[in-house]
């Protein structure tokens, strides 16, 4: 058989089940997320040498690119569906999650990889900073819905603001981890020089440039179009381009990406807020997005099946049930105890913190920077953590939003 008329016929019929897979979800109240990574394994088991090898060792670069592609792709499609203007009182849950919430995950990862797991200092500070940032890509079923939709809540609005920006305020901690193993290792490097521009910088940039593109683009777009009938555009395709433009410039000045995406598309999304075109923006990258998912869950579950949890002990999957039912749900609650949101919109905050493609490419970037000690032990770790949350929140997400939604708070669009 030839192989790669073999890869043509899975991806079609695979991306072909993409346009049915949101509505099946809300029918069934069950993740789509989950079909493709059985099917995954099913397939891979059945042909596993007439597919691309899913393992990250083997094909680092194409893991690497793939998690980058969706996860920027998803940043801009979160950012453009988030009706609520910024400012630091209306955005007080989610800066309370990324900051606070954020920080008490990758202490308590840090610690038991450190201590329960035996992991190194500088292993066990990267597995609490890749597993520290909720996930864009996966938790679309406990995001808000598109632009100007009506039925939003709190707790949604909470999860989405902090998927956005958690990807791009946790890299300084990956950039940690390897300056650590650096030091460890006898290696010149500065905890100051990490402050100043992994920190400060990095992050100060990113969020200037991301403004700067957004404004940019918003006149372009609403305001010289209308001068101009030439440049007058309705294309979906615009959000895609200004993703890979605000993102490559981005990084080309060494600052971080994902923060500049997100920034961005905020700035583009109240850029004449009431405008059909909105739509046409997200609904662009949200199929993009699904279908660049299917594609990696499918390879999720080929590793699954290939072997990438076979360094998995008792110790990893205590670890994982910890991290996912104790240390994200208590640090969500005590972020959030002064808000004034009720219970179950905290409980489902907490609860909900889905780990996706965001830790795979923190881990296959990090491993690409430096080389540290356990790396299959780590990709076992947070592999399990992934599928877990796959598997638990994708059974029970949508039911439960639903019913949170049924007694929703009226969020303020202004």
């Not at 597919?51 to 592609?69: V, Y």
């Not at 955005?91 to 202490?107: D, E, N, Q």
């Not at 101009?228 to 200004?242: F, K, P, S």
């Not at 739509?279 to 590793?303: N, P, V, W, Y």
Request: glycine share 8%; charged share 15%.
């Amino acid at each position: 058989m030839d192989q790669y008329l073999i890869i043509l016929v899975i991806l079609g019929i695979a991306i072909f089940s993409v346009a049915w897979m949101p509505g099946i979800t809300k029918k069934t109240g069950v993740s789509y997320s989950i079909f493709y990574v059985v099917v995954g394994v099913l397939i891979y088991t059945a042909l596993p040498d007439f597919l691309p090898n899913p393992m990250p060792e083997k094909n680092p670069d194409w893991i690497l690119h793939l998690t980058e592609l969706i996860v920027i792709i998803s940043l801009m499609g979160t950012g453009i569906k988030i009706d609520r203007k910024f400012s630091f009182k209306r955005w007080s849950s989610p800066l309370k999650l990324v900051s606070l919430t954020m920080f008490l995950c990758i202490i308590a990862a840090s610690a038991l990889g450190y201590y329960f797991l035996g992991l190194s200092l500088a292993s066990a500070v990267l597995l609490g900073a890749v597993l520290a940032p909720t996930d864009p890509v996966l938790a679309s079923d406990v995001q808000v819905g598109p632009p100007n939709d009506d039925m939003k809540s709190e707790a949604k609005f909470s999860l989405t603001a902090e998927a956005g920006l958690n990807d791009g305020v946790a890299f300084p901690f990956t950039w940690l981890a390897i300056l650590i193993g650096l030091v460890l290792g006898g290696k010149q490097g500065s905890f100051f020089e990490w402050f100043a521009i992994d920190v400060i910088y990095k992050i100060t940039a990113g969020i200037i440039l991301g403004f700067l593109c957004g404004k940019g683009l918003g006149i372009l777009l609403f305001k010289v179009s209308k001068k101009y009938e030439a440049l007058n555009t309705r294309d979906g395709l615009v959000a895609l381009a200004a993703t890979l433009f605000v993102y490559g410039i981005t990084e080309i000045i060494h600052a971080y990406g994902f923060i500049a995406v997100f920034i961005c598309a905020i700035t583009l999304r109240h850029f004449e807020k009431d405008s059909r075109y909105h739509d046409k923006l997200h609904s662009f990258t949200d199929q993009i997005e699904r279908l660049l998912l299917c594609l990696l869950l499918l390879m999720f579950g080929g590793a699954i099946a290939l072997g990438i949890l076979d360094p998995i002990t008792w110790e990893m999957v205590a670890f994982t049930f910890i991290f996912l039912f104790m240390v994200r749900p208590l640090s969500g609650w005590l972020a959030l105890s002064s808000s004034k949101m009720k219970t179950k919109e905290k409980i489902a905050v907490g609860f909900f913190g889905i780990r996706g493609m965001g830790s795979i490419y923190y881990l296959a970037f990090a491993f690409g920077e430096f080389n540290f000690p356990y790396q299959e032990k780590l990709w076992a770790i947070v592999s399990l953590t992934i599928l877990f949350s796959i598997v638990i929140h994708g059974l029970t997400a949508t039911s439960f939003m639903k019913h949170l939604t049924e007694d929703v708070s009226g969020l303020d669009k202004k």
